[in-house]
């Protein structure tokens, strides 16, 4: 037996003293005080916060096939270092894609001794293998990704309206999540892309999404499919998205980091480290996303950590037509969110719904990950949110050490994780030698 003891503990939605007892890596129960008798070891946190391992459903890992851009060690080494103790990969941007049991297979040979976080995977889902889609759903996938536009990767092509049409039967008879990437092109985006950022987004205007959005919506409702809103940016659809929850058409949907903390109005000209896709728009959109968080409409955060090498950031020709689009984050997500969260008026007690407890749900762990109650994994983050740090390359453990947010101040420093109840980082360094995450299959 083990105790966690401290002042600062989330339970039941606030952080409260006491002390979580753990036993093989599951929490035995939560208790104001350790008995008389309590004879095991005690991990004193004193004021530090405990909140559950982040989950994070979003991360591009890129293994196997495009290893100079990430790795299951780099990544998930990363997630640890933060405080995420669970992540999902994309099924793109590997080579091959994540689109039938086969290369998922080929992706599961790949990841043994690799893990230091537990570790789910999306399945891909392209016009070529619909007829083969309800195997890869019962493969062990927790869900399905689709793009509603050229995702930049010839291997992983975009579905047409007609498309989705035959596939969101067969993802809803297994009743997982359908993740869409929602952009629809038309000739709006129409314009030059070059050095100013200013162009890139005119590139690629609110309406793509808006569109996507709401056709994603229309056959949500057709075929009674689950469907995942992925990296929402445009607040205009905002609208539609509450419309469609009050209808009660089962839809979630996300954001990330760089829309709840970047505004277009400052990004210079020649940054393609900002460039992603669909991309950060203005203060005012800004704003309004966090509005969304808020109230609700807004399902959870996720990194979308979606890294490349330098050389295809094009840092030195600085051309946003040019740059691969993504934004390398992973390993810094909650004092990201924290710190823009606590500027816009959200209480810390909100931060653990947001990146663990919905995040936990949505991949269909809600009863193990994601809380700190009796029976759950004994994941846990030990971090102070009113200590601040800047971000340096050199703390960085994901592979390619660019991100945007080099340099810039943050609050909330992360002391140690816990992973199924051993402590696997402390102050930023690794514990122990062996990398100790579970790939989780669904049964
Ligand atoms: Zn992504």
Redesign the pocket.
Known sequence: MKAIVGNNIYVDDAFRPGAILVEEGRIVEFVEKLPENYAGQIDQVADLYVMPGIVDT?V?INEPGRTDWEGFETATKAAAAGGITTVVD?PLNCLPVTTTVENFQTKLREVDGKLWVDTGFWGGVVPDSIDSLDELLGSGVLGVKSFTIDSGIPEFPEMTKADLERAMPIVARHQLPYLI?AELEDKTGNVKIDKKYQSFLDSRPRSWENNAIQMMLELCKKNHCRTHI??LSSSDAIELINEAKSEGLPLTVETCPHYLTFHSENIEDGKTLFKCCPPIREKENCEKLWQGIKDGSLDFIVS?H?PCTAGLKKLEQGDFGEAWG?ISSLQFSLPLVWTEAEQHGVNLNKLPKLLCQRTAEFIGLGDSKGRIQAGYDADFVIWDPNEDFVITAEMIQFKNKITPYEGRRLKGVVYATYLRGEKIVEKGQFTGPVATGKKLLRK
């Open positions: 979003h591009h994309m990437h992925v990296h979308d979606s993504g």
